[in-house]
């Protein structure tokens, strides 16, 4: 690009967006890039503090910032995101359904590792409505050469995705609910409409719902059950803590399934518990599902119904961001809970 002053301008094509602020009423481009400058552009451009300005005269080899943006995003846009022209350099990234946001956090280091690149996204594994907007780039310079740009397609290319979204998959849900206190109705249940209201926010309907009394032989069967008239998310609400009376954890273990992890370094949902029983999901769920805002259960089950296959490994890698702050006001999602 080549300085000039902004009086010897007329005539001049703008090499980029110039930004005017207005406090309290406008930040946005007073003029875009390719724009030709006239005599009465001159008296805005200075009020906006601009003596001097660039025109576009690119070094050899070098790609202006907003086709480089363009570039970085045909690059990583993988599924149902779409994203913006460039504005000012930048691109935004939105959502196209409604979904889990993955975000390949190896990837995105990747690329921002490489000199003179921006790529800033929402956290991984959250749940997103369409056109929510989930990351944005650009490129730190003006222009930049092209083997930057490179390095980007290679990046992608070697991780396969960077961004996208996983659809909900479809379930057959059941849910157990356990307890001596609610089978005996000394109390009234509070895991149905929970759950239920969870499952609704996702778009699901539990299909099959039984109340059961600290048995472990009966809620072994009923899980068995349940298994065998095709529901593939099982959820076993109460007696998950290490009490006499609860059971719950022991009857899934009796049932043969593959028990992921039971107990988990997040608060509230230290003893939760995830197995698997030939294709279907089961979760063993602590009363703080009840009682707390955001627990383990709201972060694992949008990847489990996004058909992600959660491991051990998932789990104990939320000790960091596990534990909730129990804010006045509860914000989740948008918040650091659960989040690493």
Excluded at 122 to 146: M, S, W
Excluded at 273 to 285: H, R, Y
Aim: aromatic letters at 8%.
């Amino acid at each position: 690009m080549k300085k000039i002053a902004v009086a010897e301008s007329i005539g001049m094509v703008l090499s980029h967006d110039l930004t005017r602020i207005v406090p309290g009423e406008f930040k946005g481009p007073a003029f875009k890039r390719g724009h030709v400058i006239s005599a009465e552009d001159i008296p805005i451009l200075l009020s906006m503090g601009k003596e001097h300005i660039y025109v576009w005269e690119p070094p050899e080899g070098h790609i202006h910032e907003n086709e480089a943006a363009e570039r970085i995003a045909r690059a990583i846009t993988g599924a149902d995101i779409v994203y913006s022209d460039p504005h000012e350099g930048k691109i935004a990234f939105k959502a196209n359904s409604r979904g889990l946001l993955r975000i390949n956090k190896s990837g995105v280091n990747h690329i921002n590792s490489i000199w003179n690149m921006c790529l800033s996204t929402l956290h991984d594994n959250q749940p997103v409505e369409k056109g929510k907007t989930v990351a944005a780039t650009r490129v730190i310079p003006l222009t930049i050469h092209a083997s930057a740009l490179s390095e980007v397609d290679e990046v992608a290319e070697k991780y396969g995705w960077i961004i996208k979204i996983s659809d909900y998959k479809p379930f057959d849900i059941g849910v157990i609910i356990t307890g001596n206190e609610v089978y005996y109705k000394r109390i009234e249940d509070a895991f149905g409409s929970t759950l239920k209201n969870k499952l609704d926010f996702f778009g699901y309907s539990i299909k099959e719902q039984t109340y059961l009394p600290d048995d472990t032989e009966k809620i072994t069967q009923t899980v068995l059950d349940m298994h065998k008239r095709g529901r593939n998310l099982i959820l076993v609400a109460g007696g998950m803590s290490v009490d006499p009376d609860d059971n719950t954890s022991g009857a899934i273990k009796d049932t043969g399934a593959k028990v992921i992890t039971y107990g988990s370094p997040v608060l509230p949902g230290a003893m939760f518990m995830l197995a698997e029983l030939e294709g279907t999901v089961i979760m063993g769920l602590p009363a703080c599902v009840i009682f707390s805002k955001a627990t383990i259960f709201d972060i694992i089950l949008p990847r489990v119904l996004a058909g992600e296959k959660v491991s051990r490994e998932d789990v104990t890698s939320l000790g960091v961001g596990g534990l909730c702050q129990v804010c006045e006001e509860c914000r989740y999602p948008v918040c650091g809970f659960g989040k690493n």
